[in-house]
């Protein structure tokens, strides 16, 4: 009850504003947001700065800065300058590991440019990801102990995750058990940081912080269950990056798991042509898109516990955007 | 005045404490650092744990969490439990600046044993350093602020190092200027933060922390040129880590230029071979062990804000082993 009353309260002035307004708002946040992040990797050492603005001036989705100011403003949180530096780190934490995974997995191509990796070399992708990591540190210096540990633990997650990948490709033990530890650590657990940490800067309870956790974490296993659906059909140009890479890696094959297809290499030397083969004639992608539907559904859910504003209503759409979009 | 009140009010009871009970109480403080490291670093993720434990535990000189203990108890800080996470975090900067090192100069030994890289691999290697970074990040979440401020800035400048390093090498314009501000960003900013945040933690004025930053940056530049001076003349066993290596990037050349040497081709097709003979024909080695001995004093000097104590003590003591080391 006492929650209740706590998140209606807040909510009252945003649940008049109307949907329009909201998305003007935030827009215009998130493009405070790219000048934020441009602005902390100023570094005096000239290719960090050049490295670190390629990718950032490459775009990407933004989602996961979308995700916590929407849930900053569910909340009836206003003050956007105040939360933007940490909108920037949530988005610097997911760039830092993109800029790694171009190294390990050798990209090339990232959200439609040259990959810093393809331009700069290895050691300076390496370097510009370490210092996209320690701008994340700076960013969040300022925001206490309670917002440190909710990004902290995301940006952990995110790296066991993606070693956890890396070791089940190696020891070949991909299973959709597996899988699904892999996603809820590299992706969701950052997905989940971005929705707490909108929440608690707008004065979220213990409970009602766990529901934007909730639903974050649910929004970003569908997340990925999507974008390795799309690595798997979708062809370089659309979607911007090197495709097939994470097919190499046995994303797909989990997701074909998750189906309960097994590919195998029959009718095609390149197991990757033979994964797609597979999944293309099966149900795989169908399941597998079903099944993000029904992640989506249930991070809706979690957000029962707002009152209808149009900030709730924007968290809804971007639900559903995460399962439907084609890139 | 009021610095002086304060320092002499705090370290009073430090200064009564004998050097021996001191150096145990370090001592015991050191392996409690370790302790925390090892519980840091206990991931789910095999892989992660293993290779973090590999190269914590095969030693090293424990130089910086040494100098945050010894500059929290020079200001009469007792309460080491409370402390030890933030001496952790900054021994772990180091540990992953080291492995991530390791990758970009094909190291294959370290602290006398087979490098995370030699071991696991590049993916592997690389995935482990962004660990030992998230690690950072947890254990610094709890400490506020104003103290993570000071680890980001000395974290910050550390890749910033590395990436003047790199590009300095590649550019092939090395100079003694440039070599300063490298050595500079790479080691001592984070000497730096070490002894300014032993001191902020024990209660330290700006200008008493400021002395603590002047402290631990000027040690911080004379070990790194005792370091490269090292690389150059000692043998990979007594060093316990692939020697050479940093001449090939260029450290070696620099350290020459330090004393007016500037070391040529000639007589060796080898650049290390004709750096090295050149070196150790010249004085330029004495020359910058002289350098190293200016820069401890200058250290030392800012002590003098301290009232006489057995850490202050130990403060000094470890300025001089910085430089009179072999290893």
Redesign the interface.
Known sequence: MVIQERTQLIAEPMSQADTQQLAQTIDEALKAVDTTMYDAVD??????RDASRHILGAGGKRVRPRMMLLSYAALGGTNFDAVLPVAAAVELVHTASVV?DD??DHGVMRRGRPSVNAIWG???A??????L??????L??????EM??I???G??AL??G???Q??AVKDNNLSREIYFEIIGLKTAALFRSAAMLGSRLAGATDPVAEAFGQYGYNVGLAFQIIDDILDLIGDAEQLGKTSGIDVEQGRGIAVAYTAGNTPDNAGSSDPMVAIKQKLLQGDAIDTGRAQARQLVEMAIDALDVLPESAAKDELIALAYQVVDRDR
């Open positions: 570094s005096k050492v000239t290719v960090l790694h190294i390990n290895r050691t300076f390496l370097l510009t990801g370490d210092y990591f320690t701008q994340v540190y700076e969040m210096a300022p925001y206490g102990s440190n540990t990004l902290a633990a940006t952990t790296v066991e993606e070693t956890l890396a070791a």
